[in-house]
């Protein structure tokens, strides 16, 4: 048993406890790929709020109010945390980041500790002292945000720069920089030797042919974006379609990230990110995959109700419609269809909401299968939630009503999800007020412990955002009495709602909202981090809107 001495180390527990979540399951089952969803499911979760000016440091100083502690309880302290500490075990080795770990544990077993000591430790366990950790961490516990670097090659060099990389980096002044591992490997060779990048620019030397590609960071080493000059971008996209494979699984989905990433924040054309993408025709992975179904959910929350966006749908429904035809309805053996099985929900889901006859219908024979006999739900665990969904939202009341009975008499944990997820899809306005009254009026139905997530669910759809909105705002008193606002609660609530708003009008009501609150508390962060990204949202559109449109209009 050991403890840190500030609980503002709170990271430094939950970043390990994250981090073997991966190294455990990847050893007990390499099959799983569980080393690719890291990725997805830690790396990728924080980087869009650490790229806010008012995100914070991993290690954060506890003497100013009761606020700053609930901080360390969010993507930074979990995810960001586990993300360095994986950075440290490879750089390392497993054998050698294992024993420093254990010298560690075993000199302060039943006493207080900090994170220095378990850099000397870690230090130690390397040959000669080889590596100086202290060196290399003490930047990314104490530093905000994470770095982008900017990749630019001639003939026989390559120039690199880093920078904190900023989702509008209009707003921030700060030369934050963080050392840490570059790598790369390119079409002929499969890796190059690390070298330490610990200043704002470097220049290396390579022997690359100028017509092969170069790719930065293989299977995510380090946490930082990568812009590469328009050659060898190019060279790269072309490489995805001849043959996707030769880049490895995570640096496909890192490439998507990216890309939209760098466009968001006005680093990168969007017409380029559409064009890479297109590659997806071809793309069978899961990792790749839940990246751009999270950036193609993304573009159409930016697109609100732009009279483009049915076209734009139209063009994300032909690159998905590959893997839909592949994956299709029948359900998949998880023993040996893992990750097939992670993906199909998704995929299934996406091209439903998109209208394609087939997807739907599927999902109706399914529904329809299920009514004939009530009490035996034979709709395939895995997909009821993208049939609850496509049947509620293309349905009437008598569809609303038939889960809604079902979910009275639920017991099951999981179905009971399920059903709550599906009737968040409903667009009729009288049926989304009903469901969002029986969360404060109907505690035997719908449970505590799934109030937030059921109503954020309403609240990040289209047709139910702005009702959820005035829902919010009409009701806020009895939500304030249910939650405290130094909780993550309304903050959930508050980052669900503002995740669609993209026009000057709804950061201003959003702002009249926030000052109409005399103690925020932790809200007072979250109405901060949803303004800049409603400003960056409108920013985006502004830029970008016209540039999509003659994408289309010339592929």
């Not at 420093?100 to 230090?123: C, E, I, M, P, V």
């Not at 998949?332 to 998109?354: F, K």
């Amino acid at each position: 048993m050991y403890v840190c001495v500030f609980v503002c180390l709170r990271w430094l527990k939950e970043g390990f406890a994250t981090y073997w979540e991966t190294f455990v399951g990847s050893s007990v089952q390499p099959s799983m790929k569980f080393e690719e969803q890291f990725a997805i499911e830690k790396i990728f979760q924080f980087m869009e709020f650490d790229s806010l000016s008012n995100s914070h440091p991993m290690t954060v100083d506890l003497a100013s109010s009761q606020t700053v502690i609930y901080q360390l309880y969010d993507s930074i302290s979990y995810y960001k945390a586990s993300a360095i500490i994986r950075m440290i075990s490879k750089i390392l080795g497993a054998s050698t980041f294992q024993q420093g770990l254990q010298k560690y544990l075993k000199a302060f077993r039943f006493n207080s500790t900090t994170r220095h000591d378990l850099w000397k430790y870690l230090s130690e366990a390397t040959t000669n002292h080889s590596i100086n950790i202290e060196q290399i961490l003490e930047g990314w516990v104490l530093q905000t945000g994470y770095p982008i670097l900017e990749i630019n090659r001639t003939e026989n060099q390559l120039i690199l720069n880093q920078k904190p990389f900023y989702l509008r980096s209009t707003t921030i002044s700060n030369q934050n920089l963080w050392l840490f591992p570059f790598k790369y490997i390119d079409k002929s060779t499969d890796q190059h030797e690390i070298v330490w990048f610990n200043s704002s620019s470097m220049i290396l030397s390579m022997n690359t042919s100028d017509s092969d590609w170069i790719l930065a960071n293989p299977d995510y080493l380090a946490v930082y974006r990568t812009k590469y000059d328009a050659h060898n971008f190019k060279l790269i996209v072309n490489q995805l379609f001849t043959n996707h494979t030769l880049i490895p699984t995570t640096n496909r989905a890192a490439l998507i990230d990216d890309i939209f990433a760098l466009s968001r924040a006005g680093l990168a054309n969007i017409s380029d990110a559409y064009a890479l993408i297109n590659y997806l025709k071809n793309e069978t992975e899961l990792v790749p995959w839940t990246m751009a179904l999270a950036a193609i959910n993304q573009q159409e929350i930016l697109l609100g109700e732009h009279k483009s966006l049915t076209d734009i749908q139209q063009y994300f429904l032909e690159l998905i419609l590959p893997i839909y035809e592949q994956i299709g309805w029948t359900p998949l053996d998880q023993s040996t269809d893992w990750l097939y099985a992670l993906l199909q929900p998704s995929i299934l889901s996406t091209v439903c909401r998109y209208g394609h006859q087939h997807c739907i219908e599927s999902a109706r024979q399914f529904y329809q299968n299920w009514t004939r006999n009530p009490t035996d739900n034979s709709i395939p665990a895995d997909l009821r939630v993208s049939v609850y969904c496509t049947i509620i939202r293309a349905g009437s009341r008598s569809e609303f009503d038939f889960l809604w009975s079902h979910l009275q008499n639920q017991t099951i944990a999981s179905e009971t999800l399920n059903l709550l997820e599906g009737l968040a899809c409903t667009r009729d306005s009288s049926l989304i007020l009903r469901f969002l009254d029986q969360h404060l009026e109907n505690p035997s139905i719908i449970r505590a412990q799934d109030l937030i997530a059921s109503i954020g669910r309403l609240a990040r759809s289209p047709q139910a955002n702005q009702i959820v909105w005035n829902w919010i705002r009409d009701n806020w008193s009895k939500l304030t009495q249910k939650w405290d606002q130094s909780g993550s609660s309304l903050r959930k609530l508050i980052d669900a709602v503002s995740s669609r708003f993209v026009t000057p009008r709804k950061r201003d009501e959003l702002k009249l909202f926030a000052d109409s609150i005399d103690a925020k508390g932790t809200l007072r962060q979250q109405f901060q981090s949803s303004i800049e990204t409603i400003n960056a949202n409108i920013q985006w559109n502004t830029n970008n809107i016209p540039t999509i449109i003659d994408f289309l209009r010339t592929k």
